[in-house]
Structure formats: C-alpha cells, structure tokens
C-alpha cells in the first residue's frame, strides 16, 4: 500500500459481475468521496457504487509503529 493510499482511506468502490469490485477512486475526507459518489450515479444511473473505508490503512500504521 502507498503512502498516498494511507493518506486516502475513503473509497468509491463499483460493483462488477461476478461478485467482483474495482476501487475507482479515493479520497482523504468522506464528503469528498459522496460529492464524488453524486456525479458518478448522474453520469452513469445504470452502475452500482458504494463509499467504503479501507480499514487496512489502519492496520498497517498501526502495525509499523509497535
């Protein structure tokens, strides 16, 4: 994980066939990723999206400093 992945921990996540998902974008503040998440489902209705947090970013900081 990148240490811009840490700094970002928000994520917009599409759902794909077969139980699959893509991270398609992420953001550091949580409404920044709604406001995001609005023109998505504007610009595509048909997509299913969700707001996720990425705990892991947590994980491994936490990790690294004991």
């Keep these: 994980m990148t240490y811009l992945d840490h700094l970002q921990p928000w994520c917009i996540i599409r759902f794909l066939p077969n139980m699959q998902r893509r991270a398609i974008a992420r953001f550091r503040r949580r409404n920044d990723a709604e406001a ?5 489902r504007q610009n595509a209705p048909t997509l299913h999206y969700a707001i996720m947090f990425d ?7 936490s990790s690294s400093n004991t």
């Design 36 to 40: 995001h998440l609005r023109i998505l």
């Design 55 to 61: 705990s892991s970013t947590l994980k491994t900081r």
